[in-house]
């Protein structure tokens, strides 16, 4: 499933919830939330993806995988694998912090769950940048 059709199938899963109450809640125009659904916008801005997750009751992660930010194997990482209560995996009714036990994961790993929480952490609104410096230290390894 690609993000275009994720985001109309939650939209149809939650009670109550429309385009128009996305756009409200989210701040994310009615024609933004469009041109992704329309596949006009193919790698949406991760910010956006950050204002909508929480209206759609999934997790944020889980739009940057479906975006096209994160790898399969980078959202199963953070995913832990197993969705509960018959959920679909990255559906959540609230975001769960992610939490490993040290010395389990290999060094980039590691770089990478620390990364996630950098773009988890609301305060921190430079994620361009930072995703960019750990996509260029990746591309030179």
Do not use: C
Request: hydrophobic fraction near 40%; proline fraction near 6%.
């Amino acid at each position: 499933m690609d993000l275009a059709e994720f985001i109309k199938r939650r939209i149809k899963e939650i009670p109550g919830m429309s385009f128009r109450k996305l756009e409200i809640l989210s701040g994310v125009s009615r024609s933004e939330i469009s041109y992704i659904i329309n596949k006009k916008r193919k790698q949406p801005n991760p910010e956006i993806l950050r204002a909508i997750a929480p209206h759609l009751k999934v997790k944020y992660e889980y739009l940057l995988y479906l975006g096209g930010y994160l790898s399969e194997e980078s959202w199963s990482l953070i995913d832990a694998g197993k969705p509960k209560n018959g959920q679909m995996a990255g559906i959540s009714a609230k975001p769960e912090s992610i939490h490993h036990a040290p010395g389990l994961l290999s060094p980039e790993e590691e770089e990478l769950l620390v990364a996630f929480k950098k773009i988890r952490d609301k305060s921190t609104r430079s994620f361009l940048h930072f995703f960019m410096q750990l996509a260029l230290k990746a591309e030179k390894n």
